[in-house]
C-alpha cells in the first residue's frame, strides 16, 4: 500500500518539477564549488608567482653589486621573522658582533605588536617596552597577552601619542633605563624629532625609519608640527643624511640600512671596533626605496611565549 500511494506522490507534476528544481540546484552547487576551488588555487598559484617574482627581483639586485654579498655588511644577513621586511636578521648579526648587555629594548610605533623590530627579541626572552598611540593597537596587545602571562611579565606597554614633548616623560613613568641594547624607532613623520629629542638617553643600537625618496647627501628634516598627521606623500621624516649627522651628535655611527630603503642602523661609538664597514656615511650605507619588495613570507605572523605552545594568532 506505502509503495502504490509513493508511486501516485512521485506522478504528480509539482513534486517532479520540485525534483528537477532539486536537481538544478545540485548542479550549479557542484559547478559553484568548482568555480571555488580555481579561485582558491588561482590565489595559490599568484600568491607562488608574486613570492618567485620577488625572490628574483632579490637575486637580480644582489647579483648586481657585490656589496650585497659582503659579509661585513649587514645586507648580507637580512632576514624575516617578525619583522615587516629584513631587519630581524640584520638585527641579529649585530647582536652577534656587538654582544647585548641587559637583553632589553624599547620600541616606539608597534601596531599590534606582531611585526616589530622587537617581537622576536622578545620571543627570545628579552624584556622591553613598547609604546604605541593607537588605542585598538594597544587593546589588541593587552588582549594577547592576558593568555601569555610569561611573556606579559617581560613586556610593559604604554598608550600614548609620542611627541618631542613628553617622550621624556613618559620614559621616566615608565622606568626606561638610560641604557637599553636597542632601540627602534618608527613613526613616520616625526621620527628624526623624536629621536632628536632624546639626548640622555644611550642605547648600544638604534634602528630608524628614514626617508630614502631623498638623495644620500641630502640634509633634510620635515619641519615638527605639534598634532600634524603624515599625509602619506613624500614629505616626512628625514633624510638618511640629516640621520646620519644626528647620529654623529649623539655618539652614533651609521652601519647600515635594510635592502627595502626604510630602516638605518646604528651602533653607539664605543662598541664599533672593527665589526662594520666604513666609512660610515649616508653615500656609503644609503639603500633606495624599494617599497615593492616587502612581503610576508609563509604564515601571518602572531606572537610566541618562551614556553612551547603558549601562542596567539
Not at 585598538?136 to 596587545?141: K, L
Not at 633605563?177 to 621620527?191: G, M, N, W
Amino acid at each position: 500500500m506505502k509503495t502504490f500511494f509513493r508511486s501516485i506522490y512521485a506522478r504528480l507534476p509539482i513534486i517532479r518539477e520540485l525534483h528537477r528544481i532539486a536537481n538544478d540546484l545540485q548542479v550549479q552547487k557542484y559547478a559553484l564549488e568548482g568555480i571555488a576551488g580555481e579561485v582558491r588555487a588561482s590565489k595559490g598559484f599568484r600568491h607562488l608567482a608574486e613570492c618567485a617574482a620577488l625572490v628574483q627581483a632579490l637575486e637580480t639586485i644582489k647579483a648586481g653589486d657585490a656589496r650585497y654579498r659582503d659579509p661585513k655588511r649587514l645586507l648580507a644577513h637580512g632576514a624575516q621573522y617578525w619583522s615587516q621586511n629584513y631587519e630581524d636578521g640584520m638585527i641579529a648579526e649585530i647582536f652577534r658582533r656587538v654582544k647585548p648587555t641587559t637583553r632589553t629594548f624599547v620600541e616606539i610605533g608597534v601596531e599590534n605588536g606582531s611585526e616589530t623590530n622587537t617581537t622576536c627579541l622578545l620571543a627570545q626572552g628579552w624584556r622591553g617596552w613598547w609604546f604605541e598611540g593607537n588605542p585598538r593597537s594597544c587593546e589588541s596587545i593587552r588582549n594577547r597577552l592576558k593568555t601569555m602571562p610569561a611573556l606579559a611579565s617581560r613586556l610593559s606597554l604604554r598608550e600614548a601619542f609620542i611627541s618631542p614633548a613628553n617622550i621624556n616623560a613618559l620614559f621616566e613613568e615608565m622606568s626606561v633605563p638610560r641604557e637599553v641594547d636597542l632601540f627602534s624607532l618608527d613613526i613616520d613623520l616625526d621620527t628624526y624629532h623624536i629621536w632628536a629629542a632624546l639626548r640622555e638617553f644611550r642605547p648600544r643600537v638604534v634602528v630608524v625609519e628614514y626617508n630614502a625618496g631623498l638623495p644620500p647627501d641630502q640634509n633634510w628634516v620635515h619641519p615638527y608640527t605639534p598634532n600634524q598627521m603624515w599625509d602619506y606623500t613624500q614629505a616626512f621624516g628625514a633624510s638618511l643624511k640629516a640621520c646620519e649627522l644626528l647620529g654623529k651628535e649623539y655618539g652614533y655611527s651609521l652601519v647600515g640600512c635594510d635592502i627595502t630603503g626604510i630602516n638605518a642602523f646604528f651602533v653607539r661609538n664605543d662598541l664599533l671596533e672593527d665589526h662594520f664597514v666604513p666609512p660610515f656615511t649616508a653615500e656609503n650605507h644609503y639603500e633606495p626605496r624599494r617599497y615593492h619588495l616587502y612581503h610576508r613570507w609563509g604564515h601571518p605572523s602572531c606572537l610566541y611565549g618562551e614556553t612551547h605552545g603558549e601562542k596567539i594568532s
